[in-house]
């Protein structure tokens, strides 16, 4: 079944180049450039040039590099001035959008890529995978290597009014880290190809959640809500902890109170001392989860990525950040409150029962 898929991220983190390795993956898919149409939309009509004229305070001339950086840094400087010329152009591309769709032909899948997160049109696309770069400085320095023609200040700029990491992260369905290429816009074609098969295929999707869960918060709670909305099945695994070993066995999940949209699609596997990623293949997977909380948990989690890929690189890391009313839960502050038993059932789920109690 054809699917559209919108390929999104912020500038500079290498959607282009995804999109090539798309293009030699996918032969009958369609591939369509946003920005391409919004030129070519700028150029050949003339009321959209006047409405920018407008906008601008002089006449504008697309073939004027002076105009055309001007109008650049105008908006990205000015939020209600980015918003008129939004209004202007997004509806005339989504429209030639549909028209291309309209016109095509066979089953092949659609690729759009975009730089537009926020849209009223979100529902127009079947899945987002966004390209992002975890590691800000990194990211500066390569806009600056490849777009010679701005400055540090204008890169700045531009990025303080595109969507921060965290909210494509949020936003999406599958995210693509370039942070960990060893140069700028370097994809593993063979993971590129697993993340496209798991929005494309219709097939059992299952995945891993692991973590020591001591016990399984709220939190933990929220973070497999929101993959069940991807995978058909999840296995949350405890994995082992020689730190916390003296807590093993003292919680444990009542399956039977478990709520009908979970039961027969989370799974809870008892502790277990192999490695996390050996363990993950044996679910027949090679999917695993992770809840982040804020951006220490996003540096603790870029360690264990690291980790698991130098003990199985063919691991791949979903990341997904908690829902923000349990993003300030934690295991250790369940255990604080242990005794107060009206707080702790406000941390974790009716589910999780405390042994001997």
Excluded at 29 to 51: C, G, L, M, W, Y
Excluded at 172 to 192: G, M
Aim: with cysteine; aromatic share 10%; glycine share 4%.
């Amino acid at each position: 079944m054809r699917k559209i898929i919108r390929i999104t991220g912020q500038i500079g983190v290498g959607k282009s180049s995804l999109m090539r390795i798309l293009r030699s993956l996918f032969t009958d898919a369609v591939f369509i450039d946003t920005d391409s149409i919004a030129k070519e939309i700028i150029k050949n009509d003339a009321q959209v040039r006047q409405k920018l004229s407008t906008c601008l305070g002089c006449m504008y001339d697309h073939e004027n590099e002076d105009h055309t950086a001007r109008l650049r840094q105008i908006f990205f400087e000015n939020n209600a001035f980015k918003k008129q010329i939004e209004d202007i152009v997004h509806p005339l591309v989504y429209a030639e959008i549909e028209k291309i769709i309209r016109n095509r032909n066979g089953s092949g899948h659609i690729f759009i890529e975009s730089a537009l997160l926020y849209s009223n049109r979100a529902n127009f696309f079947d899945a987002t995978i966004s390209v992002i770069c975890s590691n800000k400085e990194l990211h500066i320095q390569r806009i600056l290597e490849h777009r010679t023609h701005l400055s540090k200040q204008e890169v700045h700029a531009i990025l303080s009014q595109q969507p921060s990491v965290v909210e494509y992260i949020q936003k999406s369905d599958f995210v693509i880290d370039t942070a960990y290429s060893e140069k700028a816009h370097i994809f593993d074609v063979s993971l590129c190809v697993e993340w496209i098969d798991y929005v494309l295929v219709q097939k059992q999707k299952w995945a891993v959640f692991s973590g020591s869960f001591l016990p399984f918060t709220k939190g933990h709670e929220s973070v497999v809500e929101q993959y069940l909305h991807i995978f058909d099945r999840i296995f949350v695994m405890q994995a082992f902890n020689p730190e916390k070993d003296h807590l093993r066995g003292k919680y444990s999940i009542d399956e039977k109170l478990l709520p009908d949209h979970m039961k027969g699609r989370v799974f809870f596997i008892k502790p277990q001392q192999k490695m996390t990623a050996h363990m993950i293949k044996e679910f027949g997977t090679r999917i695993q989860i992770r809840g982040v909380r804020d951006d220490q948990d996003m540096i603790y989690e870029q360690k264990i990525y690291k980790f698991n890929h130098i003990i199985d690189k063919d691991i791949i890391t979903l990341f997904v950040f908690a829902h923000p009313k349990y993003e300030s839960i934690s295991s250790s502050l369940a255990r604080q409150v242990e005794s107060l038993d009206s707080v702790f059932r406000d941390i974790v789920p009716p589910y999780v029962k405390i042994e001997g109690s």
